[in-house]
């Protein structure tokens, strides 16, 4: 079975700091792994995702993410937070090269920036 | 453009009602899927749907029902079974790549 667990169900960070939410996965073969952001009372968005290629991956609005296989872990990074990035923040894996096949999603980090 | 709609964004249920929830792409994706959002608790998957007229009971189905006789829609009823359908409830479908496109959301409240 396939599982994410997020570490930090809320990271609080000053703008203009380093963002780092936590990912760690679980799954019996290669997954392709997610990150998404919620705003309030709004669906998700795709952040950046990876699918066996490059294991850094950069995605929209300065975020990126490294797998990390050997750690099990996919965490996101930003190297200065802006107040705009306060939302909520999911972690998701799927099994690689089945179509078709939902997302798990960890039960997400809430991020707060103050100035 | 193209896009998952859903309709309406709030809605509002007497004990006792079922509700229906509308969800519709123009994406030509095969895989469509329903999933419901509680605070703390990440987005748990209800109903899914591989293709017309099939679809698979995800971990939390009880109290709810879907229809796929359209590949662009995906309507899901919250029946009075379900026993606490408060909730903010997200459709997503997915294409040959590899990523989710989701709607905006319903949010649905007893009262």
């Known amino acids: 079975a396939q599982s994410v667990t997020q570490l930090g169900s809320h990271v609080s960070v000053s703008e203009g700091a380093l963002v780092l939410l936590r990912c760690n996965y679980s799954s019996s073969v290669p997954p392709y792994l997610f990150w998404y952001v919620q705003y309030p009372n709004q669906g998700l968005q795709l952040l950046l995702k990876y699918t066996s290629a490059a294991t850094l991956v950069k995605g929209i609005n300065g975020f990126e993410a490294e797998f990390k296989k050997s750690e099990t872990s996919f965490h996101l990074t930003k190297p200065s937070a802006h107040m705009s990035d306060a939302a909520e923040y999911f972690c998701a894996v799927r099994r690689a090269n089945q179509a078709g096949t939902a997302l798990i999603f960890g039960k997400g980090t809430t991020l707060s920036v103050s100035s | 453009d193209g896009g998952i709609t859903q309709s309406p964004k709030y809605l509002f249920r007497k004990e006792g009602q079922n509700v229906t929830l509308s969800c519709e792409q123009n994406?030509?994706?095969?895989?469509m899927y329903w999933y419901r959002q509680d605070p703390g608790q990440g987005l748990r998957l209800i109903y899914y749907?591989?293709?017309?007229?099939?679809?698979q009971k995800g971990d939390i189905a009880e109290g709810y029902s879907v229809s796929r006789e359209k590949k662009e829609s995906f309507p899901l009823t919250v029946t009075s079974a379900q026993k606490n359908p408060t909730a903010f409830y997200l459709c997503a479908s997915y294409g040959r790549n590899t990523e989710a496109f989701f709607g905006q959301g319903t949010r649905l409240t007893v009262v």
């Open positions: 749907s591989q293709i017309v007229n099939d679809f």
């Open positions: 994406l030509n994706h095969d895989a």
